[in-house]
């Protein structure tokens, strides 16, 4: 091989190397975060074939299937902050599963309340509804913290849901729910059985 061309093809090693170090599947954040697992072990909860955790810090959402990082998806959080207790409005933290799934089959932008169809987004007086294409209805696992009392995440309705301002994904917007994009949320929604535990942190 020529110097110069040995120079070019080290020189792209070196260039793709550095760029994968930034890769998901290339740092800690590959797997299931510790705490995370650390939390089902102090519960005795067996952690499920796929996890979803939830990053408010970053408005992301992430999808491990045993162990190994899959996908991330932008969310969006409460813009409310995080807290846990009933009527706060915010996001709250620690280890849940899905515990119902409603909306299977419906089109994208399909537009619910109280978990019954009322319309669709094309419809001009539901153009902003707040909760959208599927509901996969989270309940907390952790008794004191995000379960029991006013601190329940069920009785508190914290969804994972889609949304009618779809541009509004990536930042914080939300009720205390946690939005998806549409086709986001489909094909999770369609992935993931009942019972897939979620975990919710600040980072």
């Known amino acids: ?90 996001t709250p933290l620690g280890l849940h599963r899905i515990a119902e799934k409603i909306g299977a089959g419906e089109p ?4 619910f309340k109280a978990r019954t169809i009322v319309g669709h987004t094309a419809q001009p007086e539901f153009a902003d509804a ?19 009392g006013n601190v329940d995440t069920h009785d508190r309705y914290i969804y994972i849901h889609g949304t009618g301002d779809q541009a509004s994904i990536g930042k914080p917007a939300s009720h205390g729910c946690i939005h998806l994009a549409d086709a986001d949320l489909i094909s999770l929604f369609d992935l993931l059985p009942r019972g897939t535990l979620v975990w919710i942190s600040r980072n």
């Open 108 to 111: 994208a932008g399909t537009v």
């Open 1 to 90: 091989m020529k110097q110069g061309v040995f120079i070019i093809a080290v020189s792209a090693t070196v260039l793709l190397t550095s760029g994968c170090a930034h890769l998901p599947f290339m740092h800690s954040k590959s797997k299931i975060p510790e705490a995370c697992l650390a939390t089902c072990g102090r519960l005795k909860v067996e952690p499920t074939p796929y996890v979803l955790t939830v990053n408010i810090t970053h408005q992301s959402v992430s999808l491990f299937k045993n162990n190994h990082f899959v996908k991330q998806f932008p969310c969006s959080t409460s813009r409310f902050g995080i807290g846990q207790v009933l009527d706060s409005n915010c």
């Open 130 to 148: 707040k909760i959208t294409t599927r509901i996969m209805w989270l309940e907390g696992l952790e008794p004191g913290f995000n379960q029991g």
